[in-house]
């Protein structure tokens, strides 16, 4: 199976910024993207960037400018900078994989357990 663990949330000021990383393990047979999507209580889990195997990314237009996603694929691992943070910005961030996990199954997507932002002053 695919393990995603997330690390970097936190409490930080409006103005501030965190940097998140997102580490993925075990069986990964084809990666084709990673990226990072956030829920705030009572709305939806909403995309907010993701990276693709060539490297290509989108973001959500609304974090366009402050959020960088990049990533390190030695260590299967990707980053989440997070500049200028808001309050509105508070949500539990999720890191997420698309791939499959052998030759044998359906790509699809993979979860971490999430890591909590809160923007706050």
């Known amino acids: 199976q695919v393990q995603l663990v997330e690390s970097g949330g936190g409490l930080v000021q409006p103005g501030g910024s965190l940097r998140l990383s997102c580490a993925a393990s075990?069986?990964?047979?084809?990666?084709?993207?990673m990226g990072w999507y956030r829920q705030a209580p009572g709305k939806q889990r909403e995309l907010v960037a993701r990276?693709?195997?060539?490297?290509?990314?989108n973001y959500a237009d609304s974090l366009k400018g402050r959020f960088t996603i990049s990533r390190d694929s030695a260590k299967n691992t990707v980053y989440l900078q997070m500049n200028s943070l808001k309050l509105e910005d508070t949500a539990v961030y999720y890191c997420?994989?698309?791939?499959?996990?052998?030759?044998?199954?359906?790509?699809?997507?993979?979860w971490g357990q999430g890591t909590q932002v809160t923007v706050s002053s």
């Open positions: 075990g069986r990964i047979f084809r990666m084709n993207s």
């Open positions: 997420n994989l698309y791939g499959s996990s052998s030759p044998w199954t359906i790509e699809r997507d993979y």
């Open positions: 990276i693709t195997n060539s490297g290509s990314t």
